[in-house]
């Protein structure tokens, strides 16, 4: 059991796996995840394409494709277990109504022959967090207010918005109804910087008005730096260092984080960039051991051995044996 | 072709490589096939001179006419009106020999690293092709070239990868390949259109820095297009700002980064963080309003609708001239009309 | 080359592949058993038919192997030629000017059925005089049966079976059953088993004169396939069917498929009016009925196949498939390598034909191999419409014939039902392959 400094954890993951069997074999995208959030807080999860983040996501969420093999640990939300509800149960008491998302590139996924108005009150309608049709439409202008999209836009159809306004209205249909935990997956990738910029400022004043409970998934550490309160590294489908985001963005520990650190370009900061030669492993058939051992500058003959995700520091949990 | 022949003596004296002067290019908008609507201004205006070996960053959000200035100068589409010089020689309304001589000269990087290699090529035969095409008859030949080319892309050992398919590869080496591709006739202009980013973030600064050495060790001209800031400080010297189809601010890197003169130059680096935990305590500063249409632009200058240093009557009637401030420094702003150097 | 075997193992997981494929096989190679066996010439004259081809097979039989089957007993034909078995003939001496022959054909017969007809065929050398000939049928319960007496020519064919004397004689019964009839048999009406002689005896009044014949007792069931109302053995349609059906198919479904594809390929390519020409001369053939032209063609112009399948390829040239590949080309013209190529320096020409066309083909390949029993049915089609080629034997014309001669009705039921399991197979074999095969190329319809 994880124990962080004040027992306020709204969102507690223990040994959470995911693993998918495809046609080449079982990827094990999301491999023994360990974690705890507390309410009010955001928490960025940051990583290579690959490592597992998105998968993470829709772990949580329980939104799993056909093709799942294995999908066990425990989810804490609130103090509540789900992992032992039905899905049945999941769908019609937790999925949007206590947890929702925002999934990768949601300003296209929105439905382009409804109107936006209609997506954003589906979720109180179909969930029944309303009595009227009346109800669900003001606290769909309600959510629009706090996105920050102007109200005679409710009217239109998706094509007729631009893409941060498409991206601010599946911010609100994740909003509007009152969950207490929000996932973003790469809420801001396929956005230019100024519209980036505008939803990182709507995601704060949110953050700050409502005092909801975010999860922030992206591969962009420099943007993510802009809501972060935690940071979770992941690496090849592990959680290889966890801690708060004043840590992580000036020194982390583990030398994944610091090697992707090192690699981020920075405008202002006068610095060598730096880069991690190789790949990630495949998820496939991921090495024994460290998982990281192969790229890591700083390998020595334990890492032979996987090492345990250790708490170094109040909060502050890294994988590695440089660390123990 | 005495036309063609004859290079400015002013181009000779500067060494300049590409010259682009007033380039437009408009496309037609038609309802129903046939009846004009008017016209998307993509390139409205835009001029430069780029030095060989001189690598230079095009920024600007999306809509801002960077991917249609990239296919104007490689003569996949067509001007509207403006004039182009490769090598002293002019490309407008060229003849076949010239576009042949020209598209030998400049390479073509794409964002897409897996959309730009044909699925059902062999790595080999991706790069023999622009060979073939350019009348290099010999086989050995081309086998040297292809060899000197993916070793030059770090792509070794040689024999593992020439019988591989675009699939096989990984992002990074796939937009190699690319890069080996327009690198092979041995150009002396790179046009990378968002080279890295759709590559993951680790990757994207070992491509950029393979970029940056190819282009110092062969003295490439690079003409680097991302909407990606906070790479452009370490691959290129001079940075132009583009926006509503015109550049609106070049300057040398350090210039511009430390006195930024257009209020969207302002406003762009206002927005970009280095990562640091003290962002998530402030709001960031953001123009209001959206990108102009290019269907219809604003009267005057283009950016005047979400600029809070808009002067009234002058920015909204007529367009801002470039104004030249010394030291390879021009902006296109009324602020500035009165300190031409 | 390792794309076609990569091909070739991923179409081994699917089970309706590889039966598909060994089906297509299997026609493939009957085809070219039957260029062998039978070359086209042969094939025309025997389908052409006649009495010299045919007289000795029975009419409208059906396939022997029927016997196989507990209980059936389906008499086959018997023949005994006395030109074959020489002993069967006892040739006198030549005295005063005659010469007497006596010829006892005999044979056993173990069927409980009737024949279904029965003949004598004479032939006979002789200068001037014809000879004279006597026939009696031998029970093998010792009943003799006069059958005639007369003066042959040089060929003379009895058809007992037809004849109103012999039926009157036989107590009403046709040749076939009064022959054979045990006469103890009373209502049920069943054979005698037994060894039965037809005795001739044969006058001769040349030295050098001399007669041969045969008896044919034709019986119910024939072969591997059966005869038609012609005594053609269908055997012969059967098998060159086989060869026929497939390169008609398969010419077609190329001509048109390769066509198809190249002309969309140009107009998206080339946009503008090009692509409009196109595009208003596809729809106007759409709406244009294939059928009705055909039969047009066929009954005012020539029946050909050659012409037919001209007529076929060029109806199908503008088709929906270039409404299907334009769209194709559309998306991936717009394709980033494309755009690469042009950069490069690549021609029109070398775009369309190394760069696009190499994309459709996976689309492509499945939907040619999907086409071809489609053309193998329009051929058919044409053929039981009336309008096949006059002297090609096909699978439809095997169709056609039993339609005209109501085989259903007559209850000839493999008549109609040989040529259409054929046709079903070929149909089956290819759509399964071609099924098959489009899921291998196009992924997204393989499913999770």
Known sequence: MRKTSSDSALLRIEGLRLHFKTMRGTVQAVDDVTFSLNRGRTLVVVGESGC?????????????????????????LNGDELMCLTDERFRREVRWVRMSMVPQAAMNSL??????????????????????????????????????????????????????????????????????????????????????????????????DIGVTFILITHDIATSSELADDAAVMYAGQLVEFCDAGRFYLDPLHPYSRGLMGSVPTLWERKDLMFIPGQPPSLLDPPKGCRFAERCPDR???????????????????KCWLHR | MQNEAMVSVEEQQNDVLLSVKDLRTWFEL???????????????GVSFDLKPGEAVAVVGESGCGKSTLAK???????????????DGRNLGKPTRELLRWYRARVGYVQQDPYGALPPFMSVKRILEEPLIINGVKDRHERQRRIYEALTQLKLTPVEDFLNKYPHMLSGGQQQRVVIARAKILEPKLIVADEPVSMLDASVRVEILQLLRELQREYELAVIYITHDLSTVRYFSERIFVMYGGKIIEQAQMEDLLADPKHPYTEALLRAIPDPHPKNAETMREVPPGEPPSLLNPPLGCRFHPRCSKMIEGLCDQTEPPEVDLGDQHIVGCWLYTDQQS | MSRFWNTAKQLAHYPSAVVGLLIILGLVVLALYCLFTIPYSEAIRLWRGGEDIWGDYPKNAMPAWVNIFPGVDVPVTIKVDSAETPETKDVGEFQDGMRVTTIDLAFDYRHGDFPAEVSIFFTSTFESSRPFISAVWLTPDGREIRIADEAIGRTHSMRLSGNRTLQRRLGNQPAEVGFFLDPNSGDQQTALKGRYILRISAITFEESSAVDAKLVVYGKAHGLAGTDDRRRDLMVALLWGAPIALAFGFLAAVGTTVTTMLIAAVGVWFGGWVDFVIQRLTEINLVLPL????IMVGTFYSRSIWIMLGCVIVFGIFSSGIKTYRSMFLQVKESPYIEAARAYGASNFRIIFVYMIPRIIPVLVPQFVTLIPSYVFLEATLSVLGLGDPVLPTWGKVLSAANSQGALYKGYYYWVLEPSVLLMLTGLGFAMLGFALDRVFNPRLRGQ
């Open chain 1, 52 to 76: 597992g983040k998105s998968s993470l996501a829709r772990g949580i969420l329980r939104l799993l494709p056909r093709n799942v093999e294995t999908y066990s640990g425990k989810i804490y």
């Open chain 1, 111 to 208: 439905n382009p022959v409804v109107r936006v108005e209609d997506q954003v009150a589906e979720p109180l309608l179909v969930h029944k967090c309303v009595t009227t049709r009346e109800e669900a439409y003001e606290r769909a202008r309600e959510a629009f207010r706090m996105v920050g999209v102007p109200l005679d836009f409710m009217t239109r159809y998706p094509f007729e918005l631009s893409g941060g306004m498409r991206q601010r209205v599946a911010l609100a249909m994740a909003l509007v109804t009152d969950p207490e935990l929000v996932v973003l997956d790469e809420p801001t990738s396929a956005l230019d910087l100024l519209t980036q910029a505008n939803i990182m400022n709507v995601l704060k004043q949110i953050k700050k």
């Open chain 1, 300 to 318: 020595f003959d334990k890492c032979e051995e996987e090492p345990p995700l250790t708490e170094v520091d109040v909060g502050h949990w890294v």
């Open chain 2, 30 to 44: 038609r309802r129903y096939g046939f009846v004009r609507v008017g016209h998307v201004r993509a390139l409205d």
């Open chain 2, 72 to 86: 104007t100068i490689l003569g996949l589409e067509p001007p509207t009106a403006g004039e182009v010089r490769f």
């Open chain 3, 291 to 294: 059928l009705p032209i055909l």
